[in-house]
């Protein structure tokens, strides 16, 4: 079974799912792949783990880093639960960039340069690959996929919105002087 809890927070209402002891999604209320996986009429309902949630919200939204993690059940392929644990690892007020996460993918995969160049394969990952990972992250700010940023300084792909991810990044109080709002394109 699945269930929710609603959260009012100061760039609106959250939405938090639940199996009853972690939890499984995080989203803004109409966020793009808002409630992937939710049944149809899930269940409001008090759960412990939705008091942990509401204290580290009460935390983050107060303006401070949280010193703890609520239970997480990252349910999603291999490629993206790796993503998603290395988003975990950036911390409160900084950022990290597709590019940076590709590579740190490509280095926990073998496929750092100088392994790779002795097997003649790629050094790289795809960051657009990455971006693909980070976008379908569905645990939205506790897994802080708002922490990332184009290579060049672009403020782009954030399912809860450009505006929402430029508004918590300066609650966050992230140093956003050289960032920018793309024009078009994914820019990443």
């Known amino acids: 079974m699945i269930y929710i809890y609603r959260y009012a927070s100061p760039l609106g209402g959250i939405t938090v799912a639940s199996d009853g002891r972690e939890i499984t999604g995080l989203w803004f209320d109409g966020q793009k792949y808002f409630g992937a996986g939710l049944p149809e009429e899930p269940e409001e309902r008090e759960l412990p783990v939705f008091g942990e949630v509401k204290r580290w919200l009460d935390i983050y939204f107060g303006g401070r880093a949280p010193d703890f993690t609520p239970p997480l059940k990252m349910e999603a392929s291999p490629f993206r639960r790796a993503v998603w644990e290395i988003l975990l690892t950036i911390p409160f007020g900084q950022t990290m960039t597709y590019g940076e996460i590709a590579d740190t993918m490509a280095m926990r995969r073998g496929s750092a340069p100088q392994e790779a160049a002795s097997r003649k394969e790629p050094a790289k990952m795809s960051a657009q690959a990455v971006g693909g990972a980070v976008g379908h992250n569905a645990i939205s700010l506790i897994i802080p996929c708002h922490r990332v940023v184009g290579t060049s300084g672009s403020l782009t792909g954030y399912a809860g919105g450009i505006?929402?991810?430029?508004?918590?990044?300066?609650?966050?109080?992230?140093?956003?002087?050289s960032l920018f709002m793309p024009k078009r394109g994914t820019a990443l």
């Open 163 to 177: 505006e929402k991810k430029l508004r918590l990044l300066t609650m966050e109080k992230a140093d956003i002087s």
